[in-house]
């Protein structure tokens, strides 16, 4: 079975528009680490965000957020007011084994197009 | 800036030919990841380090080795490459104080013929 599954492979956006990243992912382990990453058409993957499993509060970095619903297994990311620069691939992944693990495992990803 | 150098964005082998990938990053980073990324498949983890002459499997590490005998350098072996190798292949490095935020290299993107 799938740990991490987005079931978009592509979406449009409109330009200053909001946009929600769908992400479920599926694990027993009680502490564990949910992350997006981006990574634009130059290769690298930048870090976005992260929600740990025990963290109340949804994560919030600028004009993302990660919309954590724990009893859903989701870790959806909501990108603010889009700009062209956020058109990319978009990965969650997610960390097992609480804090001592080493290992992420990701998504196939979802490629974001921005439209002017 | 932090920096994970990847050594060659492209790279073109033939069939049995051994491989080496390098990565170097300059954060002082106690740990290093080699993940390989493939079209629908997303990232699958081959080989991490969480120090010097440290290394664990990940999920996929058949056909592949690594060394690291340098704290900032860790290095991709693919012994005989072929053909199912080729692949979008990706550094990683963290800190163990922020263990969550991983460093990537821009990738090197081998073909092997």
């Known amino acids: 079975a799938q740990k991490i599954t987005q079931t978009q492979p592509g979406m449009f956006v409109q330009e200053k528009e909001a946009v929600t990243l769908d992400c479920t992912y599926d694990?027993?382990?009680?502490?564990?680490?949910l992350f997006w990453y981006k990574q634009p058409s130059s290769g690298e993957m930048i870090f976005l965000i992260y929600?740990?499993?025990?963290?109340?509060q949804n994560a919030t970095e600028g004009r993302y957020s990660l919309n954590f619903q724990k009893a859903r297994k989701s870790a959806n990311l909501v990108i603010s007011a889009s700009q062209l620069g956020d058109s990319a691939m978009y990965f969650c992944?997610?960390?097992?084994?609480?804090?001592?693990?080493?290992?992420?495992?990701f998504g196939s990803g979802t490629r974001l197009l921005v439209r002017p | 800036d932090v920096k994970v150098t990847q050594s060659s964005r492209y790279l073109v082998k033939r069939t049995g030919e051994k491989v080496f990938l390098e990565c170097v990053q300059d954060?002082?980073?106690?740990?290093m990841f080699w993940y390989r990324q493939d079209p629908g498949l997303g990232l699958r983890l081959i080989y991490f380090?969480?120090?010097?002459?440290?290394?664990e499997k990940g999920d996929i590490p058949e056909g592949y080795s690594v060394s690291r005998e340098k704290k900032e350098r860790f290095s991709l072996i693919l012994e005989s490459a072929s053909t199912n190798q080729t692949s979008m292949y990706l550094c990683?490095?963290?800190?163990?104080?922020?263990?969550?935020?991983?460093?990537f290299g821009s990738g090197t993107q081998l073909s092997v013929l």
């Open positions: 992944a997610m960390r097992e084994g609480g804090d001592s693990s080493y290992k992420l495992i």
């Open positions: 694990t027993s382990d009680q502490s564990y680490g």
């Open positions: 954060m002082d980073h106690e740990n």
């Open positions: 380090s969480y120090d010097v002459k440290m290394k």
């Open positions: 990683a490095s963290s800190a163990d104080r922020e263990r969550e935020k991983l460093f």
């Open positions: 929600q740990g499993s025990y963290d109340e």
